[in-house]
């Protein structure tokens, strides 16, 4: 698969990033400045109140550490997903968002789960399986140098910290994988994508395809036979169109002698006689 030329640079690519990992810091600032504390607004597991959570618990953190861990692989996921994953990216972020919300506050412990952490560990667990199953190498790259660098993000969706909300970090990896296998179809706007890889192409109204048999073995034959029963089919059908127009044709000419039947002709005779 081939990299699409003069491609346009997309903004959203430094926009959502930067724009996203802002409004954190903002809110943060907002709570540290006027002495507010938004902890009740993080998600609350088994609680109707708890559900607001799944909205705005991405933006409330514990403390200045928790914040500036959770900034720079925001900014780094972010940008990947928007850069290789333009169409879809937003659809991805948005829903991936708000089930990984949801479902940590159904498998979540009665205590407020708060951070977007979550949130990374869906973009961490969307770009390494889509990546790994495009088959495309710098997708597959990505994937990796993902793993590479956020790899040791592994060990914290169990149960090791009970400061930490592992059960939002689990949310988000199952969320980011069962996103991947949702869109399995949709491939990179980067690249160019072939007839044989659209969903609706069939194999059997394609003529090259047409040349394998039922094991799958190569056999051109089949090819010529149906192109010798198309020529006989077609020659058939050109011999009947001759022969309509033939008869068409003679019917033609029979009628513009009928209607030169009846024409009357008149004679006039002068004398030459002179008087």
């Known amino acids: 698969m081939r990299l699409k030329r003069n491609i346009p640079f997309n903004w959203s690519v430094l926009i959502v990033p930067i724009a996203f990992v ?27 109140e708890g559900l607001w959570g799944i909205l705005t618990g991405p933006w409330i953190h514990s403390g200045l550490s928790h914040l500036s861990n959770n900034s720079l692989p925001m900014l780094f996921l972010l940008a990947a997903l928007f850069y290789f994953y333009k169409p879809i990216a937003l659809r991805v972020f948005l829903i991936g968002l708000i089930l990984t919300g949801l479902t940590t506050w159904i498998i979540g412990r009665p205590s407020w789960h708060i951070g977007a952490s979550g949130l990374i560990y869906m973009l961490l667990a969307f770009i390494f399986f889509k990546g790994i199953q495009s088959r495309i190498y710098p997708l597959v790259a990505v994937a990796l140098t993902v793993v590479f660098l956020y790899g040791g993000l592994f060990w914290y969706l169990f149960p090791l910290d009970p400061k930490i909300s592992w059960e939002g970090h689990s949310a988000g990896f199952i969320i980011g994988l069962l996103l991947a296998l949702y869109y399995r179809k949709q ?85 030459n006689n002179k008087n």
Request: net charge negative; glycine share 6%.
């Open 22 to 48: 802002l409004s954190l810091w903002v809110v943060f600032w907002v709570e540290i400045r006027f002495g507010i504390r938004f902890k009740n607004f993080g998600i609350f597991p088994g609680k109707v």
């Open 187 to 271: 491939e990179s706007h980067l690249y160019e994508t072939y007839i044989w890889q659209s969903e609706d192409f069939d194999p059997n109204q394609d003529a090259f395809m047409r040349q394998f048999d039922e094991q799958g073995q190569f056999n051109p034959e089949v090819q010529d036979e149906e192109n010798q029963s198309t020529q006989e089919a077609c020659g058939v059908k050109a011999a009947d169109i001759k022969n309509r127009a033939d008869r068409e044709s003679i019917t033609e000419d029979d009628s513009k002698i009928g209607d030169n039947v009846g024409i009357k002709v008149n004679y006039t005779y002068r004398s």
